[in-house]
């Protein structure tokens, strides 16, 4: 049985050395047995689509197969805009993308469903990989990720994104982003679980605040033409099916636009806010997977639509930040994780999907530790870090301390209690090495793309991946697709998805793309401010 | 079958699901949020407040973490008169307070182009003509009362007026663009702005790391090439 809370704060024990783990169970086994990825009925078969066959998540082939949210009549009167490249997602691969294709000498828009630079990018942590000390290689980069994806990526997409890394790296500090510089003015690098060399840069534990700040001020800065608060709800095409614009919803203006162009490229991110599993998740607000659905639509073909990456130290009490995200750059640091006992029971620089299923393993055995009936975690041990390296959470983990603030925590004396959290799609649109889905024309980057971390990703992938594939896309989409524009441009393949949905007998009551999590209410009165036009609404619960 | 240990999660208010939320057993509080009073669980959020209390929003909404800089509002605590501002999803409630949510302001005036600062001798010179307003700075401290992250906002705006951008942007390490003190600045100065500006100059032209130049020049080489094991 867990003990609680109080009880295992009472018996820790800050120590500066604790034995290493005993694991019994190979990777494979405990991934089986305990990986939220396996759980009986978590993936369902795909009915319609491109996919129809495949293996999906249920709670995303529920939004795959979803009806549209418009049909021609939505579009009448509509007002249009044409631009070369469309962009949809501001978050560190949309502006990236858009950046390059607009130094190619392209016309650019930008929608995105919130702000630019909203996005999971902005709430990266622990840093972005590039081989760059003398003794790493980007063969072993290529190879610690095809690994820890156990073989399961695409070999060609991650040879481009491991040579192009430390390009991406130059081409960020020419932006204006800084990295963590050792004293000689090198750039420093930590580890990250499962691979064999330092290979992280990093800035403090706010990667992504500073490479999103400094991408959106370029952007800003820049004849991009940025919608915000303007969704996609759908794509558009021309007579040979080829991508040829989007429709966007005008939140402000509650009204939709139909954006032409010659080539989409795709940047929404991932689905952490469908909270699979019931899991809580580190995602952003506009996590939802539009991208995703929009794809689909129009026929681009996916991969590993039933592998997510379950982060292993997701915050676990107190409860009203749950799910927030924990870097592994603590773990890379040196700190432990420990179970009710006191014990590490996992290496801790393994890969995630192991990790986390070690703690899920802990919990569901009895050395887990129980909050009331709201939580239950082990122990993320930086007092035993701070024992070992006095200072160092303070000087390299500012974001971590705030947060310990938060929870009136000291980060020096008291453990964290830690769960896995919803993290990361390791899936998606199936692209090749420009970032260009099965669908002419249309370009899908970020995390929105699949077939480049396998079936687990590795920590500073994603950042790199996002922008390494966002410029391959911006260039890519700049230099072909020059030609003049489409003569007719429908949704005409809604039709058919109708068609489909309605022979394989699916419901048609929900829609997709979903845009915003139920907690948002945007199904009730599509409201974008909040309080004004909730007229119709229940006002209080009590 | 391992049981579901996700499932406990269910009383988790970053849960999208409504119904969990009102099953938290906790006392209420009551706040005001933009005129409305709302009686809520006094660990929620401004923003999870709404959302418990039914009504929708979408505006200002975004990471939840407090690095996106979305989510402005003023809070005003119950017994005081004080207004203070800070990040709606940082923001507790507390019996008796006031929080009204501020609409994200217009952008900045201010443009620039790194690519056209011809080299690093030229770059005061450069911010004084892109940021004409900082040297104007009346010590009025708007600034740093606003900043929800407490950054010494005033002193890193007089520091870049100086040219020295390095030690002035590393007074805005924390700083999430929220804009609270481009609002709240009179001279229209736009202090966060001055605060990238030189974050992003420091890199520009000074970021030389020689293991990055190593390997970039190694690779420009041809040499270190991927083989591609095809199995």
Redesign the interface.
Same mark, same amino acid.
């Given at each position: 049985m867990s003990i609680t809370y109080q009880e295992a704060l009472n018996n820790y024990q800050p120590l500066e050395r604790r034995e290493p783990a005993v694991e019994t169970l190979s990777t494979e086994e405990l991934l089986q *047995?305990?990986h939220?990825d396996h759980?009986?009925d978590a993936a369902t078969t795909l009915q319609v689509g491109p996919n129809r066959g495949d293996q999906c998540h249920h709670q995303l082939a529920d939004m795959l197969q979803a009806d549209a949210r418009i049909d021609e009549a939505d579009l009448a009167g509509a007002r249009t805009r044409q631009t070369d490249v469309l962009v949809i997602g501001g978050g560190g691969a949309g502006c990236a993308a858009a950046l390059v294709a607009a130094k190619a000498g392209a016309r650019v828009t930008l929608a995105t469903k919130?702000?630019l630079?909203?996005s999971n990018t902005?709430?990266a942590e622990g840093g972005i990989q590039?081989?760059?000390?003398?003794d790493d290689?980007? *063969?072993a980069h290529?190879q610690d990720t095809l690994k820890a994806g156990h073989f399961h990526a695409d070999?060609?997409l991650v040879?481009s994104m491991?040579?192009d890394a430390? !390009?991406v790296?130059?081409w960020l500090?020419? *932006?204006?982003?800084?990295?963590d510089?050792d004293k000689?003015?090198?750039?420093m690098l930590r580890r990250a679980g499962g691979t064999t060399a330092d290979r992280i840069a990093y800035y403090?534990d706010?990667t992504?605040?500073e490479m999103m700040?400094?991408l959106? !001020?370029s952007v800003?800065?820049?004849n991009i033409e940025v919608l915000d608060?303007s969704p996609a709800v759908e794509l558009m095409s021309n007579q040979s099916g080829r991508c040829a614009g989007a429709v966007i919803s005008n939140?402000k203006e509650c009204t939709f636009e139909l954006i032409k162009a010659n080539a989409v490229i795709i940047a929404t991110g991932g689905i952490g806010?469908m909270?699979l599993?019931?899991?809580?998740?580190s995602n952003?607000?506009?996590a939802t997977g539009d991208g995703l659905v929009l794809a689909y639509r129009l026929g681009a073909k996916m991969l590993d639509l039933d592998s997510f990456q379950y982060h292993p130290t997701g915050l676990a009490h107190?409860?009203?930040?749950?799910?927030?995200?924990i870097t592994e750059g603590i773990r890379s640091a040196g700190t432990y994780l420990l179970n009710s006992e006191g014990n590490r029971f996992v290496d801790e620089l393994k890969t995630r999907d192991h990790v986390s299923s070690a703690i899920?393993?802990e919990?569901?055995e009895g050395r887990?530790i129980q909050v009331g009936? *709201?939580?239950?975690g082990v122990w993320l041990d930086t007092p035993g870090l701070e024992l070992r390296n006095p200072g160092l959470i303070a000087q390299k983990f &500012?974001?971590l301390v705030?947060l310990g603030k938060?929870c009136d925590i000291d980060l020096t004396t008291t453990p964290l209690l830690v769960?896995p959290t919803l993290h990361y799609q390791n899936g998606g649109v199936q692209i090749d090495k420009n970032g260009l889905s099965t669908v002419p024309g249309l370009y899908c980057v970020g995390e929105v793309s699949g077939g480049i971390h396998g079936r687990n990703r590795i920590m500073g992938n994603a950042l790199l991946d996002i922008i390494c594939f966002g410029r391959r896309a911006g260039a890519h989409a700049a230099e072909c697709n020059r030609r003049p524009g489409h003569k007719k441009i429908s949704i005409e393949h809604l039709s058919s998805l109708r068609r489909n949905l309605t022979m394989a007998k699916m419901p048609m009551e929900q829609k997709g793309p979903m845009l915003? &999590?139920?907690?948002?209410?945007?199904e009730?009165?599509s409201?974008?401010?909040?309080?004004h036009k909730?007229r119709n609404?229940?006002?209080?619960?009590? | 079958?391992?049981?579901? =240990?996700?499932?406990?999660?269910?009383?988790?208010?970053?849960?999208?699901?409504?119904d969990a939320?009102?099953n938290l057993i906790e006392q209420?509080v009551t706040v005001t949020?933009?005129?409305?009073?709302?009686?809520a669980p006094p660990?929620?959020?401004t923003i +999870?407040a709404?959302?418990?209390?039914?009504?929708?929003?979408?505006?200002? =909404?975004?990471?939840?973490?407090? =690095?996106?800089g979305?989510c402005r509002i003023l809070v005003r605590r119950a017994e005081s008169t004080e207004v203070t501002m800070a990040l709606g999803c +940082?923001t507790?409630l507390e019996e008796g307070m006031e929080v009204n949510?501020l609409v994200?302001p217009t952008?900045t005036h201010h443009?620039?182009?790194?690519e056209e600062i011809p080299n690093s001798w030229e770059v005061q010179t450069e911010f004084h003509r892109i940021f004409p307003e900082a040297v104007n700075c009346r010590s009025c401290n708007g600034c740093n009362k606003s900043c929800p992250k407490d950054i010494q906002v005033k002193e890193g705006v007089a520091l870049a007026s100086k040219g020295k951008f390095q030690e002035a942007?590393e007074l805005f390490?924390?700083?999430?663009?929220c804009n609270f003190c481009m609002t709240a600045c009179p001279e229209y100065i736009s202090p966060n702005?001055v605060g990238?500006f030189s974050?992003? =100059?420091?890199?520009?032209f000074h970021?030389?790391?020689?293991?990055?130049i190593?390997?970039?020049e190694v690779?420009r080489k041809g040499e270190?090439?991927?083989?591609?094991?095809?199995d």
């Open positions: *047995q305990y939220p759980y009986k919130l702000r630079g909203d902005v709430m590039a081989s760059v000390e003398k290689t980007p *063969q290529y070999k060609e040879a491991a040579s430390p !390009e790296i130059r500090i020419q *932006q204006g982003m800084q990295f510089l000689f003015g090198d750039i403090r706010y992504g605040l700040r400094v959106r !001020e800003k800065n820049s608060y939140l806010r909270h599993n019931d899991f809580p998740t952003h607000f506009g107190p409860h009203h930040l749950a799910g927030s995200l899920l393993k919990c569901t887990g009936d *709201q939580a239950t &500012p974001k705030q938060k769960y915003f &999590p139920e907690c948002a209410k945007f009730d009165d409201d974008y401010d909040g309080l909730n609404r229940k006002i209080s619960t009590t | 079958m391992p049981k579901r =240990v996700g499932l406990e999660y269910i009383n988790n208010p970053q849960f999208t699901n409504i939320m009102e209420l949020i933009n005129g409305k009073e709302i009686k660990s929620l959020s +999870q709404l959302w418990y209390a039914g009504y929708p929003r979408v505006q200002s =909404v975004g990471c939840l973490e407090g =690095v996106c979305s +940082q507790l949510f994200f952008p443009t620039y182009n790194l942007g390490v924390e700083c999430v663009m702005h990238l974050r992003r =100059v420091t890199a520009y970021t030389r790391p020689s293991n990055l190593n390997r970039l690779m270190l090439k991927i083989e591609i094991d095809q």
